[in-house]
């Protein structure tokens, strides 16, 4: 008897080995004022049964992160290749709404606008990721800004780096009398959406007019220049003394080769931080106690003595109904696989663009969002 | 004679009395169909052209009736708060709120880089064909000559790259810092790191020179030798022969080629969007400071407009692309006023000689 329940525990492994998918069923708990509920989430992801590329389009800022994962996802699912490309944050929106691409990768999350004219259209977080500000002083390091600051200079009112305002925050800093040079991004950015979200909780000038988004009216300041992706910002700010530019946290090493500073931004506890996994941690702890169910959430300018106030989630944006099965198969897949420390969340993958992982409160949240996508 | 007693006698040519109907009835079924496909290709451009200012109108309409002619007397042009939850509304199309449409500094830059650029490359050009076409010696002149073509054939793309990385830093270093230091209104001020509206201009000159130098050669080439031998023997100086004998030749067809490099300048897109700074809402402060052009612009906002929910913004960007179109056709259309206005017989008599 004992033996005929063996082989039969034996013979069900094997066959579940043998099949195409398997099922994964993960339960979260929730509680609210003291009682306990149980929500059980299920996701059904596997390797599908034909060869399934997934096209993505968009964030320059995730784009290193995505190459990070093709391999492992490949080697883990054999019928799952991704294929990222970068262009912009609203490349990918706006890929992903035509359906050019399957997924497009977004800094920013979706606009209302955009929400109420494709029902159906979801963005899923898959990492936390932060946008440093860099500037070309020579022998100048550690300069401290603040948000208020940095929107009049890209106003265009303070147009030296040794303006009053800026050597308030330095006080045992000598700053040269240069002229600031401002470097912004051309395409349509999901870098341009958070620094501008910054800008504009910061400075009640800048809310009421370029207010934030992936393009904004930029105010005319005297010799702004552009530049087209995350390299591009560090190329035209390597090439510019006493440029100032906003750069995404996975370019920050071309970033330090180039020589360019970082500077230290206040938060909204008035302490001075530089983007590290410790600032961009808390900050990200802090914004996700309320995330929404469709997941837009900002977490720009969060409290916290720790938090690092140019932080973000990285979107991915698709169509909640997919053309095949496998297709929807293998966006769940990968979206649960991206957000599985075990898999693509691994710390491994993450520090090496200085992304976090998804807080643990947001992924019961996504988990439910992954199951909706079917085909 | 009758048709029937035509027929009757077996004449493969019926004798009609119109030389068209004979002609017509004389072709072969091979001359048919060749006649049919040359004159399906010689309308296609006309179908083309008509088949894309229909369209470009019909995507730009929305924005034509959103705009009314606030388009071409405001010079602010915002794509308005893609994120706000209210829209606004005009003549009953939505856009974005704080939407705005006006192309003034976009039509102030693509004229003006033009126009500096044909200033530029017209006198270099002619300047280079002449001398390639009649002073150079002839072992070199294969050799230059296809220096001259394979210029015409490098991508706008490398230009732009080139102008923004090199060819700009080093002009704003040298050239410019001496020309600022001249202090002429307009002409000084900061000279930036190489991306504005001087530099563009340059290298838009430089990407138009081997369309006006190329032409302007085989224009040269084509001055009947006996004309210029004529100057020589009556004992006129090389600079007299090329102005009185050559000069009102080519006149025309000079100024053909220019109208040609102009409408290239006109469209040039990719490089101008690497080096022109694309400036919005303003015009520039000096003849270095960051501008933008209408085909530039397209190409920048384009990915912007398009997450644009009421999808005012793709319109209003067609309406610019309209405008553009409209632009580059009165440029052309002007042009060839411009040469029969010039046009002589080629023989510079009765002209002041």
Known sequence: MKRLILLALVGSVALAACGGSSNNASSTTSTTAGTTTTTSVTVTTGNPTAAVTLNEAGSSLLYPFLQELVTPLHTQYSNITLAPSPGGSGKGISDAISGVVQMGGSDAYLSPGQLSANPGLMNIPIAVSAQAVNYNLSGVSNLKLSGDVIAQIYEGKITKWNAQPIAALNQNVTLPDTTIVPVRRVDSSGDTFIFTSFL?????????????????TWPAAPGELTANGNPGMVQTCKATPGCIAYVGVSAEASAQTAGLGEAMLENKAGQFVQPSSDTITAAAAAGSGNVPANLAQSLIYEDGAQSYPIVNFEYMVLKSSQSSSDTALAMRTFLAWAVDPAGGSSSTYLAKEDFVALPATVLPKVKAAIAQITG | MTDTAERALGQATPLVSSPRARRRSELTRRDVVVSTVLTGAATLPTIALAFLAYEMLRSAWPAIVFNGTSFFTTKTFTLGNLYATSVETHHGYQAAAGAHYGVLPFVFGTVVSSFIA???????????????????????????????????????????????????????????????????????????AGQGLLTSSLVLAVMIVPIIASTSRELFRSVPVLSKEGAVAMGMTPYEAVRVVTIPFVRTGIIAASILGLGRALG??????????????????????????????????????????????????????????????????????????????????????
């Open chain 1, 200 to 216: 504009s909780a910061t400075n009640t000038t800048w809310q009421s007019g370029p207010a934030f988004g992936t393009t904004v």
């Open chain 2, 118 to 192: 044909l200033v530029v490359a017209v006198p270099v050009s002619v300047a280079g064909a002449l001398l390639l076409a009649d002073k150079v010696p002839a072992r070199l002149q294969g050799t230059l000559g296809i220096f001259l073509e394979v210029l015409a054939g490098i991508p706008s793309v490398v230009f732009g790259l080139w102008g923004v990385y090199t060819f700009g830093p080093l002009l704003s270093r040298t050239v410019f810092k001496w020309m600022a230091a001249l202090h002429i209104p307009w002409l000084s001020g900061p000279t930036g």
């Open chain 2, 268 to 353: 040039e897109t990719i490089a101008v969007l690497i080096i022109s700074g694309n400036a919005l809402n303003l015009y520039p402060h000096s003849i270095f400071d960051p501008f933008s052009t209408m085909a530039a612009s397209i190409a920048a906002i384009l990915d912007g407009a398009l997450t644009d929910s009421t999808h005012m913004a793709v319109h209003a960007l067609g309406e610019v692309g309209l405008l553009l179109l409209v632009i580059t056709l009165i440029a052309n259309l002007g042009g060839r006023w411009l040469t029969r206005r010039f046009s002589t017989t080629g023989l510079p008599v009765g002209r002041g000689v």
